[in-house]
């Protein structure tokens, strides 16, 4: 059973949007956060934006101003709205877990990616 579902992606044109959606399984025990992450074939995942449970986002300097992150807790569910899509947001886009055993140490749930490609 899978722990993490996404769906969303696809392909959109420069200045368009899309948004991804990540179900969260009840299997994961009360994630401490909720995130998005990007890979680009041969380079290391990256932080996109992520929420905690308070409900606090953060998000990287690239995408702030044009994505948003949202979590939606009565249905388990993450989302990322991507706004004014840019050729460089093309990646994979993971759906990410976070739960804390201490500051140094947590566990990460991750989800098989869903891909968007901009480009006209």
């Known amino acids: 059973q899978a722990n993490l579902v996404e769906s969303g992606g696809g392909s959109v044109q420069p200045g368009g949007s899309l948004r991804l959606s990540c179900v969260v399984s009840r299997s994961i025990p009360r994630p401490d956060s909720l995130g998005w992450y990007s890979q680009t074939p041969g380079q290391q995942r990256e932080l996109v934006a992520e929420?905690?449970?308070?409900?606090?986002?953060k998000y990287a300097n690239s995408v702030r101003g044009r994505f948003t992150i949202t979590s939606d807790a009565s249905k388990n569910t993450v989302y990322l709205q991507m706004n004014s899509l840019k050729p460089e947001d093309t990646a994979v886009y993971y759906c990410?877990?976070?739960?804390?055993?201490?500051?140094?140490?947590?566990?990460?749930?991750w989800g098989k990616g869903t891909l968007v490609t901009v480009s006209s």
């Open positions: 990410n877990a976070r739960k804390y055993r201490d500051i140094d140490n947590w566990l990460d749930f």
């Open positions: 929420i905690s449970s308070e409900g606090t986002p």
